[in-house]
């Protein structure tokens, strides 16, 4: 059987570039094909990089089959428009930073991915300064839903998710300061994996929240997440909270599965507030893993105001300048947000850090006992664009911030997640597992078990 370079994951690609089956410029141009004609609908690109990646491409296939370079060899990629792509300005979904001059070098990141074979094709879409949760963006416009064209993304990686929903591209990096890789992912039925805080080097992408920001990748497969994360890992000076810990590789231990790892389910606060289809994922989950256990994660409610108010003082902080020179240039749902974070009492935030630190142990004790723990990516599968509210246990709430009802209380205190789509009809939506830190591979197993059962999987986009 011909090999479908559109929806291939990125191993199989890899393995026919490296085996002589298929070129390296064959899989670019089929995705440079692909978002030439796709694109328009999905709004995903904000740049493409063609004459790049096809001299990337040709030098790939210069080598020797065996010798075509790494584990993603040939495979396309994209990066949300906040790391910074040389030629191109890191516009992190502004129109202030239109003005900015190019960038001079690669994000450490893509630098890394391209050293294992990857070849990037361009820049994504995301929400404003990564300060959203829609993938609705007032400069650039909105990035629309490979399952539904109506349906909002999810933000702030809103261009990652669905390119890798649409088929556009296998492979893409997003960031999650608050959920913005998991949320997503959930909306557009993809694989999506937040990694320990500073795991990953966040060097030349531009920031949001510094103390909560991490960087991570979108994919069709667990395989391919696992592929991505171990070639990105390793030491970097260049930013100063990346982990100083040799790379600890999951590939290898991925097809181990979920035998004899200790599985909960998160009670409490992330019972509350999930519609039909959420409970019907995580059900589908835990029942095929024979999980019946039920802890509650102390203060999840709390950790999440916590988190809003450390969100909003260390943002408007970052964009002070900005906000003083060039607020009418800002989206103004963000512009607000900022603003109010500016006027954020200091004894308030100091609160909001020392409530951190307490949670944070809390939470690790619980894993003293678990592997993982199983919770709701979102409380609703893909809303319209445009809809601006959603009602939760009966009261209509703002929908922009309550996306991540599950997802804040987790980034919070930086502990790792695999996001995996549940295909439900209509719309896919996402079951996060949660491990303790420097526990990918926990996460990940668990993601390939369900993965290999047919319970998670990615659907595949009818455009």
Not at 240 to 269: F, K, N, W
Not at 410 to 416: A, D, E, R
Not at 423 to 430: R, S, T, V
């Amino acid at each position: 059987m011909a090999l479908d370079l559109d929806w291939a994951p990125a191993w199989r690609i890899a393995s026919a570039v490296k085996s002589g089956e298929a070129s390296a410029l064959a899989a670019v141009e089929a995705a440079l094909a692909r978002i030439e004609r796709l694109n328009p609908k999905l709004n995903a690109f904000t740049a493409v990089v063609a004459e790049r990646a096809r001299k990337t491409a040709k030098a790939i296939d210069a080598l020797s089959g065996g010798n075509a370079p790494g584990p993603l060899a040939g495979v396309p990629f994209a990066v949300k428009n906040l790391f910074d792509v040389k030629g191109l300005a890191t516009v992190a979904g502004s129109k202030i930073n239109r003005d900015n001059a190019p960038a001079v070098k690669d994000s450490p990141l893509i630098a890394r991915l391209e050293a294992a074979g990857a070849i990037l094709v361009g820049a994504l879409n995301m929400g404003e300064y990564a300060y959203d949760f829609t993938g609705e963006n007032v400069h650039y416009g909105p990035a629309r839903n490979p399952h539904d064209l109506a349906r909002m993304t999810g933000g702030s990686s809103s261009g990652s998710a669905s390119a890798v929903g649409g088929g556009l591209v296998p492979l893409s990096l997003g960031s999650d300061t608050n959920g913005s890789i998991r949320v997503p992912a959930s909306h557009c039925g993809i694989f999506g994996l937040k990694p320990t805080y500073g795991r990953l080097t966040r060097a030349r992408s531009f920031p949001f929240v510094t103390s909560l920001d991490h960087v991570g990748p979108f994919a069709r497969s667990v395989q391919d997440l696992a592929l991505s994360y171990d070639v990105m890992q390793g030491r970097d000076p260049e930013d100063p909270v990346c982990a100083d810990r040799d790379a600890e590789p999951v590939t290898p231990s991925v097809e181990r599965g979920a035998d004899g790892l200790r599985i909960a389910i998160a009670g409490g606060y992330f019972q509350k507030g999930a519609f039909p289809e959420a409970k019907e994922a995580l059900a589908r989950v835990a029942k095929a893993l024979n999980v019946k256990r039920e802890i509650e994660i102390p203060q999840a409610e709390r950790a999440r105001s916590a988190a809003y108010i450390i969100t909003a003082s260390e943002g408007a902080a970052l964009h002070l300048e900005r906000l003083r020179t060039r607020a009418r240039d800002f989206d103004p749902a963000v512009r607000d947000r900022l603003i109010a974070g500016a006027m954020m009492p200091a004894s308030l935030v100091v609160k909001a850090q020392k409530f951190r630190r307490w949670y944070r142990e809390q939470v690790l004790k619980l894993f003293e006992g678990v592997d993982a723990i199983l919770a709701p990516a979102a409380p609703c599968t893909a809303p319209k664009i445009g809809q601006t509210t959603v009602v939760i246990d009966g009261v209509e709430m703002p929908i922009r911030p309550n996306l991540g009802l599950y997802t804040q209380p987790i980034s919070f205190i930086g502990l790792p997640v695999a996001a995996v789509p549940i295909p439900l009809a209509p719309l896919p939506i996402g079951v996060q597992i949660i491990a303790a830190p420097w526990r990918e591979d926990v996460a990940l197993r668990i993601a390939h078990t369900l993965e290999e059962m047919g319970v998670a999987s990615a659907p595949r986009s009818a455009l």
